[in-house]
């Protein structure tokens, strides 16, 4: 970025300054409540109260996370809660990977009747925003029985348009030539698929699986409706009823936080080029 | 001979491409169209969720209902208040971190990545930091304290109605706006680097730069994330489903999503619901349309 260079120099001294001063506040802002969350979840609730706020607590609360873990009631629910969100969001990435790339590429590499049709179509999904069917999906589920289950936590989310939509503009990209070449070989399409197609779409399938994932750890309006037992809870509504009982313990509630955060603290540390990737949020804003 | 083998092979592709494509489209049509059409059909109907008698024809009665309904125009105005008061702080300030810190010669990966980690957490996480950010004796009445040089000073931020859809905003603000600083970076990025240069050589200072190349050609981008972010803004429930059940008054921050959510779940009342959600399928339509719309537009602005 040359252009960068040049254009810095160009600013006054205190324009400069007034800048610098200005991205370190909106990272004071949007840091602090991160701190907070850390800071309070080694402290007892009295210290949390404290006016001013201390900060550091004079000795390590580490009972927090162990209380957190071990529930009000001490059933370890919350450890159920979180394997149930990670089966949850791990299947459903699976299937949305599978089914979004197997779409995308009939889409983009196949010729035949109607395609166009069948694209405008699940374009067409894109309008229908979840939370204006979720009242006859809950009914259907009702009628299925899927109430309570995985399956009623999973089905509703198999697949999305979005993810169809960048497989397949990934996949227009695909050198033909290497499809016709595994053709001549006499590898079957399912073959080529699996053992061509899928290893070499590693940047899209990584942006889709780390998009699918965060929604569905995020997701609360449709367990809110699906599930019913305390031992099907994922973790958005295990921490909505943890809220209403243990409303006094603020460090617990906060050490209960910081590990709900965990998975997806790690994911974005260590992946964060396909959170912030221009690619993936290009296609991102034109989905 | 050599155009019969073509022509069976481009067949048998064609059935390739079907079956590759099957799976999802049965998905789409059972999971998404099936739907939307049974919501657009109950809305004519009086059904209770519990009951086990057939639903009533009502015609046009849940939405005359609506028309007249205190609750209903409510959450309309609570969505329309939140929407506004989020997604034009929003675009405004992340189009202005972006442009600054493409400005700066070191950090710029740094700041990207800072103001982008609350989006890393899941809202009903955010939520409850923020409630006891808002809590009266948290961090938010301490700094405000602080800046105004008052002591003591509750700010209601949880129990007063305006300051209730603030403090909303300001969640919803704090999740998101490192995410579309993010996203206008990419803008920009994607704005070519001659421009800048020849803008430069007629003596263009970064001002001018600003405001005559980057903004006019990162206006595509605006209008694409300000559609994206009223968009989600319309479908916000968690933030305020969390506000409501933690003991902050539901009044001010029913939104539409939380009063559907009410009707069906609370009232039982399926078919108000119904009306509703195809209420807010209309809205979401024309914004998406307007959204696709511009998308295609983008494409050709750098030419």
Known sequence: MNVTKAKASFLGKSANILIWLFLIMACVFVVTPLLFMFSASFMPAIDIMKLPYPWVSDHVHWQNYWNGLRGPDGSFIFLRNTLNSLIVALAVTATTVVLSSLCGYGLAKFRFKGRNAVFMLIMATMMIPFETIMIPLYMVSMKMGLQDSYAGLIVPFLTNAFGVFLMRQFLLTFPDEVLDAARIDGASEPRIFSHIVLPNSGPAIATLAILTFRSQWDNLLWPLLVVQSDEMKTIPLYITKFMAETHSDEGIMMAVAAMASLPMFILFFTMSKYFISTEGLHSTIKG | ?303
């Open chain 2, 1 to 303: 001979m050599q155009h019969n083998k073509r022509f069976s092979m481009e067949q048998k592709k064609a059935r390739w491409g079907w079956i590759f494509v099957a799976p999802s489209l049965l998905f789409f049509l059972v999971f998404s169209f099936y739907p939307i059409f049974n919501a657009i059909y109950m809305s004519f109907f009086k059904k209770n969720l519990l009951s086990l008698k057939p639903p009533e024809f009502v015609g046009w009665g849940n939405y005359v209902y609506l028309s007249h309904s205190k609750t209903f125009w409510q959450s309309v105005s609570n969505t329309a208040i939140f929407t506004i008061g989020t997604f034009i702080p929003l675009v405004a300030f992340s189009l202005m971190l972006a442009a600054f810190i493409v400005s700066r010669r070191r950090f710029q990966k740094f700041f990207q990545m800072a103001l982008y980690s609350p989006a890393a957490l899941s809202s009903v996480v955010a939520a409850l930091i923020w409630l006891l950010i808002f809590d009266p004796r948290g961090l938010a009445n301490q700094t405000l304290n602080t800046l105004m040089q008052t002591s003591g000073v509750n700010y209601h931020w949880l129990s007063s109605s305006s300051m209730l859809r603030l403090s909303t905003i300001v969640v919803y603000f704090w999740k998101y706006v490192g995410y579309f600083t993010v996203v206008f970076v990419a803008g920009i990025g994607g704005i070519p680097d001659y421009l800048h240069e020849a803008a430069l050589i007629d003596g263009a200072d970064s001002w001018k730069d600003f405001w005559h190349i980057t903004f006019p050609l990162l206006k595509p981008t605006t209008l694409l994330v300000s559609v994206m972010v009223m968009i989600q803004c319309l479908k916000t429930f968690s933030t305020q489903y969390l506000f409501s059940t933690s003991g902050a008054p539901t009044r001010p921050i029913d939104v539409i999503t939380l009063n559907i959510y009410n009707t069906a779940i609370k009232d039982h009342n399926i078919g108000r619901a119904s009306a509703m959600s195809v209420l807010l399928f209309l809205v979401m339509l024309i914004l998406t349309w307007l959204q696709l719309r511009i998308a295609k537009t983008e494409d050709v602005t750098y030419n």
